[in-house]
């Protein structure tokens, strides 16, 4: 098995448009990579360079000790399962699964063998007799997965297996492959859109953004920890709350101020960024929906406004208030239902705040 090294990798079109900018990054061996990010980041048009099926414009690339720049796809020892499965329709689960070893002339004994332990491992025995037609979308991922197994690559790339399955069986899947990760002991990279695939499965996630790299960390760190403005408001669903204004003392107390909301702020916090330089300038504060509370705990840091609008999810309920023009999103328990146009006392927690500059959009207390 390998890990990969990517050293200052480009992928610059003929048109001068960069699809990936200055991209550094180590993967461990048997580690699992996420790369995610909005359409266009550049995460796909990363896997496709591993791949060999895009060229690298400028850096080098490493699969183990091996340099594989210019070395061809089928000589990358990595195998890829992509978003349409790319199953041969007039073939077998079997011959789906067998096809590539039988191209490398492998014994029929050792394709027989192979096919068969995939098989066991994803649940596919009574079915490699049937052709891809027949099988639900779940099962031609898993056969999709199956063709890359019975090849024991030193990598896998997996360019958003998931987006073509339904809500339910793409949270099977899910644990499906990230069981496989475990049996197989081989590095994974991963591709999607979807944070909550990111953040359940990786073992670091890489964040993207028109082709640069924001952040790779663990997935605790990405959401407690976030980096930047973008970090921070991509991952959380409902996304962080952003509120710009200016840190104010008042006799020992520290606040943040706009025109619309006055809320505490800790002083360990306020201590923090005023030795930096930062009070009474422009700054954005931000906090997620889900440590806003609505009085089961109380906090000093508190806002008055009016509930502009409800979602209901079972467990939790999204509330949406607005404290003048200023809007918050808050995630809340359903013990207390709220209703449209009710005026609602919120308590932020202080300790869960974040402060980002206005200009350089990076987090400062971290």
Known sequence: MAGLKFEHIYKIYDNKFTAVNDFNLEIKDEEFIVFVGPSGCGKSTTLRMVAGLEEISKGKLYIGDR???DIE???RDIAMVFQNYALYPQMTVKDNMSYALKIAKVPKEDINRKVKAAAEVLGLEQYLDRKPAALSGGQRQRVALGRAIVRNPQVFLMDEPLSNLDAKLRVQTRAEISKLHEQLATTFIYVTHDQTEAMTMADRIVIMNNGVIQQVDTPINVYSKPENLFVA???????????????????D???MENENVKFHISQEKALKLQ???YLSKDIVCGIRPEHIYDGFRKTNSTLIGKVDFVELLGAQQYAYIKCKEEKITCA???ENLLEKNKEIKIYLDEEKMHFFDKESQKNILI
Not at 237 to 243: D, R, T, V
């Open 275 to 277: 030795d930096l330089g």
């Open 332 to 334: 809340l328990s359903v």
């Open 233 to 251: 408001t991509f991952i959380g669903s409902p996304q962080m709350n952003l509120i710009s204004g200016k840190i104010i003392k008042e006799d």
């Open 253 to 255: 107390d520290y606040y």
């Open 73 to 75: 796809p089928k000589d």
């Open 67 to 69: 340099l594989v720049n």
